[in-house]
């Protein structure tokens, strides 16, 4: 690989260089790991206890464990009294378990449920509610109640909602810390922070900066994986630095999940043959070779399109430019994560109170991931073209930040409809006021303004797109924090009032927090926060219709604005303690109520037929049409233009989650370091219903068919069912047999060739007569062409019976149980070894697909490094150790073993 050949060069010429030894300055020795500090000899050691104040090695290195945060109360301080439930995770850190990538690294942060649905891509989640409700698209599964920060600026996903970092063209490299606040911290940070926040916290130039640094590792799957750094300070008030990034990784198959629950999907036999009669004569044919569901090639499912005609109405519209849909939305099956990017940092402090960072970067990135839209595989590409730049400035009291950042996003690569483009624009400020000695209060303005937009495309403004519009998201925020210190206690409250366009209403968000030290060695808090999630386009702004896989062939989705906010209450009880100096135990107890949750529903479907084929339906609905029992409904179904218009839809769920975690850093000895954190949680739902999407659409079908029903969907066997003459579709038939026998008629006499005018004489001749152009209840209907020519008989129902409600429902798409443990040892000063141990619970993902059932799993991952000086280590990887093959996300790739080797190096 070039890139890394490259960085080895450089490595060979910056060896011959002597560095200088680091002046041990209070932010020198304070932005160093514990494994930096072990490396130090004891005159060093303790030159640098005498500079921070503390009087032994052990304090220095409880001084070190004790990393400083800035999320959780908005200001920098000592981790071990933050008054939120946080966790901070270095750079350092990650390098020093091996993790190759920033979700991976999560993992090692307690309350953080990471998955891997293929190689390099992840979904994570804090606490989990992802899947709610069930029952519906795989899109409600990923994890859309957490905001995603960069520096402080919210990278919320307003397309899905879903945690993406892709969103940012960041490497490891970039980062100087992670920090995680659990439970809703909308009040400090806005909509969306319902289940927490993760902000991600880019290393900036200064004057103790390595000059260079990166990593590069390659290894299986035909991963590759390189970032490089360069930073420096041209004077005492100005530093820069530049950062590049790439990542290659594939799957280990080029197989894609295919649903077919419904058994519309076969392979054909060694004759070519696919269908076969359901008997001897019958004209109604069965598959030969039904497939289960499961992984299937391209080629397999190029037979199953070429012999399968709703399959080739999924894959293939009227739109000229589209040739084979099938091999342009998989051009490399095997690829699962292609990526790239770059960001750049200046930073200036003219004045000792001034500091102000500028920061722009560019990536694009293409993934294999969850299709969010009907298809019969799980799995598409999904394509990111970003850019972004960020302006913060400190000057004294005073915080502001304004940035930008534009997108291109294809949702699933070679669908041009769902091409969006985006831009936004935000801006926050505000400052610390001291009220005397023992309160300070910090108000603020938020200010965000999005723009999404699908009609640029040619493609797009000839047959319709995502949005076949403009769509903007706006919103303006006063805040108000404000704290009180008195003593041992500390209370933080704050208040933001978000005012949004979608809903067109004031949002409020509220927090209060209340800690009590002791002493040093022990701290108590306990708060109480209420927090919302951002409205997003799937659920606002949708606009857009597609074909399906099966019974409706066509869905109309809309979004609604005005749907209320899911809202979430969050109660935290936890404990820190120092029970000794080289260990840090941290204890929390949480109960959450969540509400207002929604899911696409139908709100009416129906049932065309244009008159132009009433010929042949006649025909069809003249078979056994004077009985009206046991027809083949499905059959007749099958052969119309049926449509359903899908809204999103507020559910009475009300989700309650009750758990515990406990988090340990313990550095046993300069040679030994350990990382635990065990998640211990219940997640169930009241006013639950097992109610889908395709179940309420079926049931509208199913009103349409049978007027006597009112008590649900009630299907024989056989696939016939009961028509009766008063309901929407016996009107229907009986409507088709008369027109036939008309016409028929008039066939038959001299000179019967009749043209389309005198067949629409005949078939409005009969309308009169049987008086059912118009239905008193609405469902049968009769829509004139603009031309008057011809006519469309609408069938519609908008039928929705709410099942019984359930109380206590066990939600299984939450893990019950999960927990990392990390162990970093150094037996030798040129030799570590550092492995980490991950469990997950079982977990059960019920979709309108159908249930997929993930076991539980056990990981282990370990990485042996060789490092003959602090600038570099050599090591090898692997993640998975032990080849665990099982799934870790519904309907995606089995993740097994991952094995890399590579270096690390900072001059």
Not at 202 to 222: D, R
Request: with cysteine; hydrophobic share 35%; charged share 20%.
């Amino acid at each position: 690989m070039k890139q890394l050949l490259f960085y080895l060069c450089t490595l060979v010429f910056c060896v011959q260089i002597s560095a200088q030894q680091a002046n041990l300055t209070k932010e020198r020795i304070m932005s160093m790991s514990l494994e930096e500090l072990s490396d130090l000899p004891l005159e060093d050691l303790m030159q640098a206890a005498e500079t921070l104040g503390v009087s032994s090695v052990d304090e220095l290195f409880a001084a070190i464990m004790n990393k400083s945060v800035s999320s959780a109360s908005k200001k920098e301080e000592d981790s071990f009294v933050s008054p939120l439930p946080s966790s901070t995770l270095t750079k350092e850190e990650i390098r020093m378990y091996g993790v190759t990538s920033i979700e991976e690294a999560l993992k090692l942060i307690p309350g953080i449920i990471v998955t891997q649905k293929t190689n390099g891509v992840y979904d994570v989640q804090v606490r989990g509610l992802g899947n709610i409700p069930d029952n519906n698209i795989l899109l409600y599964a990923q994890a859309s109640n957490v905001l995603l920060m960069l520096d402080g600026r919210a990278a919320f996903n307003y397309t899905t909602g879903a945690f993406n970092i892709d969103q940012l063209p960041i490497s490891i490299e970039d980062v100087e810390r992670i920090e995680v606040i659990r439970g809703a911290t909308s009040a400090l940070y806005g909509a969306g922070a319902v289940q927490g926040v993760i902000n991600i916290i880019t290393e900036k130039p200064n004057s103790n900066s390595n000059l260079i640094s990166g990593s590069g590792q390659m290894g299986s799957q035909n991963t590759n994986i390189a970032d490089l750094a360069l930073r420096g300070a041209i004077n005492d008030k100005v530093a820069v630095g530049a950062v590049v990034h790439l990542q290659q990784r594939n799957r280990d198959t080029n197989k894609l999940y295919v649903y077919n629950n419904n058994n519309v999907l076969g392979l054909p036999n060694e004759n070519n043959e696919y269908v076969e009669p359901i008997a001897p004569g019958s004209p109604q044919k069965q598959l030969i070779n039904p497939v289960k569901p499961g992984f299937y090639s391209l080629s397999d499912l190029a037979q199953m399109k070429q012999f399968n005609d709703l399959f080739q109405r999924v894959e293939e519209t009227s739109n000229p430019e589209r040739k084979n849909e099938l091999l342009d939305r998989f051009p490399d099956p095997f690829l699962a994560r292609r990526s790239m990017g770059g960001n750049g940092y200046l930073s200036i402090t003219p004045h000792p109170e001034t500091h102000i960072d500028l920061t722009f970067g560019y990536g694009q990135e293409r993934k294999a991931d969850v299709s969010l839209i009907d298809n019969f595989y799980s799995l598409s590409y999904q394509e990111l073209k970003s850019g972004y730049a960020n302006l913060a400035a400190n000057i004294k009291n005073f915080q502001f930040r304004g940035s930008y950042y534009q997108s291109s996003n294809a949702f699933q690569f070679g669908t041009p409809e769902l091409k969006m483009k985006e831009r936004q624009v935000q801006v926050s400020t505000g400052y610390d006021l001291a009220l005397g000695q023992y309160v300070g209060i910090r108000p603020g303005i938020d200010f965000n303004w999005s723009q999404f937009k699908d009609y640029d495309s040619e493609i797009v403004r000839k047959y319709g797109g995502f949005l076949n519009s403009c769509a903007i998201m706006k919103s303006i925020t006063p805040s108000i924090k404000a704290e009180l210190n008195i003593d041992k206690f500390r209370t933080v409250v704050a208040v933001r009032s978000d005012r949004t366009n979608m809903p067109d209403k004031w949002n409020t968000s509220t927090l209060a927090a209340l800690s009590f030290k002791p002493n040093n060695d022990h701290f108590f808090r306990f708060s109480f926060s209420h927090g919302m999630r951002a409205a997003t386009l799937i659920n606002s702004s949708t606009s857009y219709s597609w074909t399906r896989p099966s019974t409706p062939n066509k869905v109309a989705f809309k979004g609604n604005p005005d749907a209320e906010l899911m809202t979430s209450n969050n109660w935290e009880f936890g404990y820190r303690t120092r029970p000794a100096s080289n260990i840090i135990v941290d204890f929390e107890a949480y109960l959450s109520n969540s509400k207002n949750f929604g899911e696409l529903m139908s709100m009416q479907s129906q049932v065309d037929i244009n008159s132009n084929i009433l010929k042949g339906m006649g025909a069809l609905g003249g078979q056994n049409i004077g009985s009206f029992d046991e027809m083949p409904i499905m059959a007749i179904l099958q052969q119309l233009d049926i449509s359903s218009y899908v809204r999103y839809h507020e559910v009475p769920f009300e989700v309650n989650q009750i758990g515990m975690s406990a988090n340990v850093d313990w550095s046993l000895s300069r040679k030994l370091m350990a990382k635990l954190n065990v998640n211990v949680q219940k997640t169930t739902i009241d006013n639950y219903y097992k109610y889908s999407q395709s179940a309420n659409i079926m049931e509208q079908l199913f009103n349409i068919v049978s007027s006597d029903n009112p008590n649900g969907i009630d299907v024989p066997q056989s696939g016939g069912m009961r028509v009766d003459k008063e309901c929407a579709m016996g009107r229907f038939l009986t409507f088709s047999k008369v027109v036939a026998e008309e016409i028929g008629k008039l066939q038959a006499q001299p000179g019967g060739n009749l043209s389309s005018e005198q067949i629409m004489v005949a078939i409005a001749q009969v309308i009169a007569d049987m008086g059912s152009s118009s239905d008193k209840e609405g469902l049968f209907q009769q829509i004139p062409s603009e031309d008057g020519k011809s006519f469309t008989l609408r069938l519609m129902s908008d039928k929705f019976t709410t099942p019984k409600l359930e109380n206590n429902h066990k939600h299984k798409a939450t893990p019950s149980f999960y927990g990392t443990l990390g162990l970093y040892y150094r037996p030798l000063p040129v030799i570590n070894v550092a492995t980490t141990l991950s469990f997950m619970s079982e977990r059960e993902y019920a979709t309108q697909y159908g249930v997929d059932k993930l076991d539980s799993k056990f990981t282990m991952d370990l990485k042996i490094g060789f490092r003959p000086d602090n600038r570099i280590e050599v090591y090898v990887n692997a993640r998975n150790l032990f080849n665990n093959q099982s799934r870790e996300f519904a309907y995606t790739d089995n993740i097994g073993g991952f094995y890399t080797g590579g270096v690390t190096f900072n001059f």
